[in-house]
């Protein structure tokens, strides 16, 4: 499946990237900011999420919450999201309500700041901090995705800290903070927008130049810093975490190679032989046959710069300890580091992916999204019309050859959850 492509770049350095299907009377418009938490300094972390927030409290000619109320009065849905690379926004809406949905992302790219207001930080902040109480302290598990990156990641480097942010720096962060942050960062030069779906190819051009063209390209911004690191941790890297749960659940990562390399292709099928649904080997060995875990997922973060990481996902049935856990998930691997995989579960996982894929390109918010990563990162949106044949492409020796270099116990990192009462 090959869908159509158009992409080009504004004078203020905006690319934007088109792609018509008919097929459906909707539009989606995708944008994404390249920042992320890896962009934040020390001291005042959580800042790429906190605009997550503040993003949708109004801009110079949107009242706070409006751009929510205009959406979905129109019909459409929205929402936005964090990772540690990139920010992004996105609506999908009837046709008829595209330049609606442009103009309220060029209005708030363009002129957030005359709205912004101290009112309005310390009720975000306050948002934000509750959603850290809700998500990640007070949830069960909740603090894996802070304490297994801190693990796996150098002190010094801009994936180890908080995605959310700590309490301390979202309190400290002042106006001026926020402001210096989104003058930096949030500007059409570092920025990609992605609409797809039912419009008119002139008609769009003319409308993304008539609502973006006149943002001001941005001044700059500092350099990340090296984030090259070895393949491996070099050796088996522990944390145990004393929670209020149930049942033990396991962590495992390992380093694994960037995404959009060769390598990481192999890494990706590997991560859907070991655990993508049913049938996977881990489902199978551990769930359904030792009966140790009642659920396993596998899969890659997807990160661009330095390092990946490839994390196994596990969780003890009652009555299984932690010890046992550990042991039967490290068994597994082990085996595939000795054994390798087969041309049976290769050939399966790629069609599983075929699949998924087709389903993602027939969705306009999904191929919004896919068509924003591959720009944002790689300069080429075109690469989506690629993927398939570059999973094809990856030969059964090359996942085994990927298992044997990077899942061995030279480069395992666990975060081993266990249950206060089982420590007592």
Request: hydrophobic share 40%; aromatic share 8%.
């Amino acid at each position: 499946m090959r869908i159509p492509i158009e992409s080009y770049t504004l004078a203020n350095g905006l690319r934007v990237t088109l792609s018509e299907d008919h097929r459906a009377p909707i539009v989606a418009v995708n944008l994404w900011y390249h920042v992320g938490s890896a962009n934040e300094r020390e001291g005042r972390t959580g800042f790429a999420h906190l605009f997550e927030h503040m993003l949708f409290q109004g801009s110079e000619h949107v009242g706070a919450n409006e751009h929510f109320e205009l959406v979905q009065r129109a019909g459409g849905t929205l929402n936005g999201s964090t990772w540690l690379e990139r920010t992004n926004y996105y609506e999908t809406v009837p046709s008829h309500h595209l330049e609606t949905a442009l103009w309220l992302e060029a209005d708030r790219m363009g002129r957030l700041l005359p709205a912004m207001t101290q009112q309005k930080l310390d009720t975000q902040r306050s948002v934000v901090q509750n959603e850290r109480r809700w998500s990640v302290d007070n949830q069960p598990y909740g603090t894996w995705w802070e304490r297994l990156p801190a693990l796996c990641f150098p002190a010094t480097h801009p994936f180890h800290h908080s995605l959310i942010g700590s309490f301390a720096d979202l309190d400290a962060a002042s106006l001026d903070d926020i402001a210096g942050f989104f003058a930096t960062y949030y500007t059409p030069d570092n920025a990609v927008l992605t609409v797809t779906g039912d419009f008119d190819r002139l008609e769009t051009r003319a409308l993304i130049e008539k609502q973006f063209g006149s943002i001001a390209r941005g001044t700059g911004r500092p350099s990340l810093p090296d984030m090259a690191l070895p393949p491996t941790f070099g050796s088996w890297l522990r944390e145990t975490v004393e929670d209020d749960v149930m049942v033990p659940r396991l962590f495992l990562a390992s380093r694994s190679p960037v995404l959009g390399t060769d390598a990481y292709y192999a890494a990706s099928l590997c991560a859907a032989v070991l655990g993508l649904r049913r049938g996977s080997r881990l489902r199978r060995a551990l769930v359904r046959d030792q009966e140790v875990a009642s659920a396993v997922s596998v899969s890659t973060w997807d990160l661009a710069k330095g390092a990946d990481l490839f994390v196994v996902d596990v969780t003890a049935r009652p009555g299984v300890s932690a010890a046992q856990l550990e042991a039967a998930t490290a068994a597994e691997l082990d085996r595939v580091v000795e054994l390798g995989v087969t041309d049976a579960e290769v050939a399966r996982v790629v069609a599983l992916l075929e699949t998924d894929l087709a389903l993602a390109l027939e969705s306009a918010g999904d191929r919004a999204d896919k068509l924003s990563m591959f720009a944002t990162f790689f300069e080429e949106p075109e690469r989506v019309n690629a993927e398939l044949e570059r999973y094809r492409a990856v030969t059964t020796q090359q996942v085994s050859a990927f298992a044997r270099a990077r899942l061995g116990r030279d480069n395992r990192a666990s975060l081993m959850y266990v249950p206060k009462a089982d420590v007592a």
